[in-house]
């Protein structure tokens, strides 16, 4: 054991003195950093503000730094990385009609949330599947919509849990926090900027409560399992409770795949932002008008939403 004033405990010294040096200059430089965005974000119109906040959000620019590749979905042509830009910054998109096949007024806000074409449901079972995918690498009885246990005279402090005999959830899994221990997942995508949402200070734990409110207590009470709500928004970030869960996942994959923690919470984050963005870009140009009696499309009729005279802008 070397004796104090060694060459060991010295060069201990200058290497705990570094390490605090880099602390300290990482911070400053992650304080001049913020302290620039909140200027620009100040002197931004209210128009954009919004929007340049939720881009700067954990997640949702892991789609412009990663890699193209194919294999695993990173992958854009030209048209749909433009319009991958639009709708990061909320910018008008050229050749989108200006009114949806349900008949309203169409915007991307609107594309985002309106049901006609399956669109929403698409981008909710492909989060599902994906999350499912990943499950079924470092856990046991992995299954989707799995039925919940039926009711048999429980009492439950909360009206607003879900006593239907054919209440489902998205996922289940044994084995997330604690081996054979079960744990059931519901997943959530939801429109920042939706009129639902735009009022609330923190639209996550907003929509984390409301999953929670309807099945947590069910879940705790009748399976004898614990409930995690996946909480996305279409920008790619994720709630806390998402955040948590993914941690542990990248942890049990890093071990799985021998490959490094940072490597494995990229991987997941990058995969899922992906997933949310193109059922995104299908969504925002995807077909929503009434089934053609004949298959001939001729030029009165816009692929995209509805027939062309709606396209005048």
């Given amino acids: 054991m070397p004796c104090p004033g060694s060459d060991r405990d010295t060069f201990d010294a200058i290497s705990d ?14 304080d001049r950093y913020k302290s620039e965005f909140d200027e620009y974000v100040e002197t931004t119109s209210e128009t954009y503000r919004p929007h340049i906040k939720e881009a700067a959000e954990k997640g949702a620019s892991s789609w412009l ?21 639009c709708l990061r910054y909320n910018i ?30 698409l981008r909710h079972n492909q989060i599902r599947d994906i999350e499912a995918s990943l499950l079924s690498e470092v856990c046991h009885d992995v299954a989707t919509e ?21 209440a489902r ?64 928004s279409t920008n790619g970030t994720m709630g806390k409770e998402a955040d948590k869960f993914h941690k ?15 490597e494995a ?12 963005l193109r059922t995104s870009l299908i969504a925002l140009r995807g077909f929503r008008g009434s089934p053609s009696t004949s298959n001939k499309i001729n030029e009165d009729r816009d692929i995209d939403f509805i027939p062309s005279m709606s396209m005048h802008f």
């Avoid at 730094?65 to 830009?85: I, M, S, V, W």
């Avoid at 050229?94 to 049901?115: A, F, Q």
């Avoid at 542990?248 to 940072?262: D, E, G, M, P, Q």
């Fill in 17 to 30: 003195q570094i390490n605090e040096l880099k602390k300290t200059v990482k911070q400053q430089k992650n």
């Fill in 65 to 85: 730094t990663c890699l193209p590749l194919e294999e695993h979905g990173f992958l854009l042509n030209k048209k749909e990385f433009c319009d991958a830009l």
């Fill in 92 to 121: 008008p998109m050229k050749g989108v009609p200006k009114h949806c096949g349900c008949g309203k007024d169409n915007d991307i806000c609107h594309t985002m949330t309106c049901p006609k074409g399956g669109y929403v449901h």
């Fill in 146 to 166: 799995p039925h919940l246990l039926p009711i048999t005279g429980e009492q439950f402090p909360l009206r607003s849990t879900n006593t239907a005999d054919d």
């Fill in 169 to 232: 959830l998205d996922i289940s899994a044994r084995g997330v926090w604690r081996p054979m221990d079960k744990v059931l997942f519901d997943v959530r995508i939801f429109h920042p900027s939706a009129s639902s949402n735009a009022a609330v200070n923190d639209p996550f734990k907003k929509h984390e409560q409301e999953k929670k409110r309807v099945y947590n207590q069910r879940v705790i009470d009748v399976e004898k399992a614990s409930f995690v709500p996946l909480v996305f």
């Fill in 248 to 262: 542990r996942l990248a942890t049990l994959l890093s071990i799985k795949r021998n490959v490094s923690y940072s």
């Fill in 265 to 276: 919470i990229s991987f997941i984050r990058r995969r899922l932002r992906f997933s949310i």
